[in-house]
């Protein structure tokens, strides 16, 4: 993994940035060959796209987990995640979501709270 610095049109400021070099096999895309993760990603990323990585900032989330790189921007949940089935640690990415650092998968947090609240109820 890289780090490098580069402007964030969205935050109007210079923001930090790694670019992973995952080398997908199959893929013959180079432009698949490294994301960019924003570490710099939180509350204020509310827009729709994300212009660093020219993804929702919710995919930039996704990866800062998958990439084990989320910063203490991101609080973290201990709860069951349906989607791996795992009770697990979950990462605050935004007011409604937050994501599975088992299985990378997003979940809303009002669901997250309701399973947690029915699991801890029986
Ligand atoms: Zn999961």
């Keep these: 993994m890289k780090a490098v610095n580069a402007y964030c049109s969205a935050c109007d400021h210079d ?6 070099d995952e080398p997908l096999v199959d893929d013959p895309s180079p ?3 490294c994301e960019v993760v924003c570490l710099e990603l939180g509350e204020h990323c509310t827009g729709a796209f994300c212009p660093v ?6 995919v930039m989330a996704a990866r800062l987990v998958r ?5 203490e921007m991101q609080p973290i949940v201990k ?5 791996c089935d795992n009770s697990t640690d ?8 937050c994501i599975c650092s088992e ?8 669901a997250i709270e309701r399973n947690e609240t029915a699991r801890t109820a029986q």
């Design 15 to 20: 923001v930090r940035l790694v670019l992973t």
């Design 31 to 33: 432009i698949h060959d």
């Design 53 to 58: 990585g020219a993804v929702p900032p919710i």
């Design 67 to 71: 990439n084990g790189l989320q910063t």
């Design 79 to 83: 709860a069951h995640c349906p989607a």
């Design 90 to 97: 979950f990462v605050i990415v935004s007011r409604d979501y």
């Design 103 to 110: 299985c990378g998968s997003t979940a809303t947090r009002e």
